[in-house]
């Protein structure tokens, strides 16, 4: 049984014809509701969801701050916060403070589900100041990246230790990065 009531119309070439474009126009007029559906469904995501995407499906991304741009695969992103594995390092990232996100590459396999892990930046900040390694900073409010350990998340500001007594006091707000060398 044909289920299209146009087709039982009969053998008329006219209504063949007619019959073709109407399901031409309807398959046209479905397109751009998806169309307009998905542009709907991108007006509603925040940059979070676009970093999560691409480390659900492993592309590598050009992550862009206003200090430094980064080039790897996101291995971990919660809240304000992805991990990014370049060749050389372990980036961790405030994705507030990013300006751009760029696939270079997509990946055909592989990427990272859903894991265990910090919440946030700050609190990956915390694990950080808990490891007690050293770990490079780059912020937006210094020319330069500061180099030691965290040893205070406070409510605002981190307090890090650059080297024999002296200790460095960032605004949480400036800061854009911290990034270790990868083990």
Known sequence: MNDDPLEA???????????????????????????????DLARGRH??????????RGD???????????????????????????????????????LSLRVLERAHRGGWGPSAGPASFKARLFEHEAGGGSVTIGTRLLD???????????????????GGPESRYLALTGVEYLRRPRS
């Open 9 to 39: 119309l009969g053998s008329d070439p006219e209504l063949a014809r007619l019959s073709q474009r109407m399901r031409d126009e309807l398959r046209s007029e479905a397109e751009e509701y998806e169309a307009l559906a998905a542009k």
């Open 47 to 56: 940059l979070s969801d676009a970093v999560l995407l691409h480390c659900h």
């Open 60 to 98: 590598v991304v050009e992550v862009t701050t206003s200090s430094a741009t980064f080039v790897g695969r996101i291995a971990y992103c919660a809240g304000d916060l992805a991990c990014l594995l370049t060749e050389t390092a372990e980036v961790d990232v405030c994705i507030s403070v990013v």
């Open 144 to 162: 330069g990246e500061i180099e030691g350990r965290i040893a205070a998340v406070a409510v605002d500001h981190l307090v890090v230790e650059v």
